[in-house]
């Protein structure tokens, strides 16, 4: 199990970090955020990358990295914290290729780590008894 949590806390800090360089990017230059055009965004309610930016930076940087910090202080409900932002930026990626109506291997690949940290999350959660419910150990002890 100490493999999940190492690869839980790379994972957050890996997306925290892009999250954060990508966010500041946006929020510093709202109108062409590292070379991107704002006419990507037509489809969208936004005029700028300036909420979208600030969304990046708070919830899928920070909330990572503070996630991260979290497994390293050894919280005890930190699965479910890992978890919330495994599926936020799972949330993330499929509202951005809704609304920018393309998928690049990025949105791929950023939305299968976001489905591997919940999934390692929910390992985490039921080896230490707190998944809900416990739905496997009852299937389990029933057999």
């Known amino acids: 199990m100490r493999k999940a949590y190492l690869i839980l806390i790379a994972l957050h ?20 955020p590292l070379g991107v ?3 990507l965004l037509e489809h969208s309610p936004f005029d700028s990358f300036l909420i979208p930016g600030i969304i990046l930076f708070t919830v899928i940087g920070l909330g990572n990295i503070l996630s991260a910090f979290m497994f390293h202080i050894r919280l005890n409900y930190q699965g479910y914290i890992s978890s919330f932002f495994g599926w936020a930026l799972v949330v993330w990626i499929v ?24 999934a390692l999350a929910m390992a985490v959660l039921y080896e230490q008894r707190l998944f809900p419910a416990n739905i496997f150990r009852s299937l389990k002890k029933s057999k």
Do not use: K, N, T, W
């Open 37 to 39: 055009s704002v006419e």
């Open 13 to 32: 800090i890996f997306v925290g970090i892009g999250a954060l360089a990508g966010g500041l990017a946006a929020i510093m230059d709202p109108i062409h």
């Open 95 to 118: 509202v951005q290729c809704i609304m920018l109506r393309s998928v690049v291997f990025l949105h791929v690949l950023y939305f299968l780590i976001g489905l591997m940290q919940a």
